[in-house]
Nanobody, 128 residues
Framework: QLQLVESGGGLVQPGGSLRLSCAASGFTLDYYAIGWFRQAPGKEREGVSCISRSDGNTYYADSVKGRFTISRDNAKNTVYLQMNSLKPEDTAVYYC?????????????????????WGQGTQVTVSS
């Protein structure tokens, strides 16, 4: 079965850290650009961070720049999102998505449709 599976979400206090993982099953992530998106209750899904297929280009939304880091380990067929200095406004369901063809990582993160695969999401709650 071809799918993306997110993990690593949970409840964390403000200022804390979490690392999300996006693992591919049934296909190789090497051939895909990967994006992390999030959707808070009552809000639209938004792009958080995206990473290109091979040259390591990355993009971060202004709201997470300097706090989140996206990386990929193709040997483990996994993409990570390290989230530091978490804020209550980071609370959302986080999804990863894979795209075989993109123009730029910035353009990728601006889109929430047209992806080859989506994961099921993992809840991140930042609260004291």
């Amino acid at each position: 079965q071809l799918q993306l599976v997110e993990s690593g979400g949970g409840l964390v206090q403000p200022g804390g850290s979490l690392r999300l993982s996006c693992a591919a099953s049934g296909f190789t992530l090497d051939y895909y650009a990967i994006g992390w998106f999030r959707q808070a209750p009552g809000k639209e899904r938004e792009g958080v961070s995206c990473i290109s297929r091979s040259d390591g280009n990355t993009y971060y939304a202004d709201s997470v720049k300097g706090r989140f880091t996206i990386s990929r380990d193709n040997a483990k067929n996994t993409v990570y999102l390290q989230m530091n200095s978490l804020k209550p406004e980071d609370t959302a369901v986080y999804y990863c998505a894979a795209a075989g063809i993109i123009t730029t990582v910035q353009a990728m993160c601006a889109m929430t449709t047209g992806y080859d695969y989506w994961g099921q999401g993992t809840q991140v709650t930042v609260s004291s």
